[in-house]
């Protein structure tokens, strides 16, 4: 999913750049605002599971491997927007320190992990939770809106490649959805097994969260 250096031509990494600055941006100012003081210790640590666990790479079958991406845990955690700077900064901290993902590519993988993979997946949850309403079905919502968190990532990955001249699409949206489809088996076991454990031992710090 992390993109590398050289994948992306200069009109598109520098167009996602600026757009996940904005976002950013946006993002920032609204954290400003939300009383959180009291929910620094939450923010860091759901970073530093999100951190580890996307560390932790299991085997997809040809050879490739996939990670957790956390977006969905983070954005019900923490809100949108919160989650939304916490992907962030998990992902420049891969980048700068573990080269995972290349630094021109930086803003575009913000964008497909951070925003679209994380806000994006947030926002589904929140219209699953509305078909599938009910606590005995929490597993289900939390299970849907990260599968579909991954698939949604690894589209606007396909199209970035295309738009770069990287790789055709027809060839590389087939391909990304096709593996990430099975990591995204993954994504939703380990959301939903995380989220229902925190449910269960202090389900006050999920109510503070609006959905």
């Known amino acids: 999913m992390h993109i590398p250096d050289g994948f992306l031509d200069t009109k598109t990494w520098i167009t996602f750049t600026a757009v996940s600055g904005v ?7 609204s954290f400003k605002k939300e009383k959180l003081a009291q929910r620094i210790p939450l923010i860091g640590m759901t970073a530093a599971f999100v951190f580890a666990a996307q560390m932790l790479n299991f085997p997809i079958a040809g050879g490739t491997s996939g990670h957790f991406m956390g977006g969905v845990f983070a954005c019900i955690l923490l809100g949108p927007w919160t989650g939304f700077i916490t992907m962030s900064l998990v992902l420049i901290i891969q980048c700068l320190l573990f080269q995972d993902g290349g630094l021109t590519a930086l803003g575009a993988n913000i964008f497909n992990m951070g925003f679209i993979g994380s806000v994006g997946g947030f926002s589904l949850y929140g219209l699953f939770r509305l078909l599938v309403w009910g606590d005995r079905t929490r597993p289900v919502a939390y299970a849907l809106a990260s599968w579909t968190s991954i698939m949604l990532a690894a589209t606007f990955a396909s199209f970035q490649l ?13 391909t990304m959805l096709g593996v990430h ?9 380990i959301t939903t097994l995380a989220l229902m454990s925190i449910w269960k031992i202090r389900p006050d710090l999920m109510q503070q969260v609006k959905y």
């Open 181 to 189: 489809a099975v990591i995204g088996i993954g994504e939703a076991a």
């Open 162 to 174: 295309a738009l770069s001249g990287t790789i055709d699409l027809s060839v590389s949206l087939p």
């Open 23 to 29: 976002g950013l941006t946006l993002a920032l100012r």
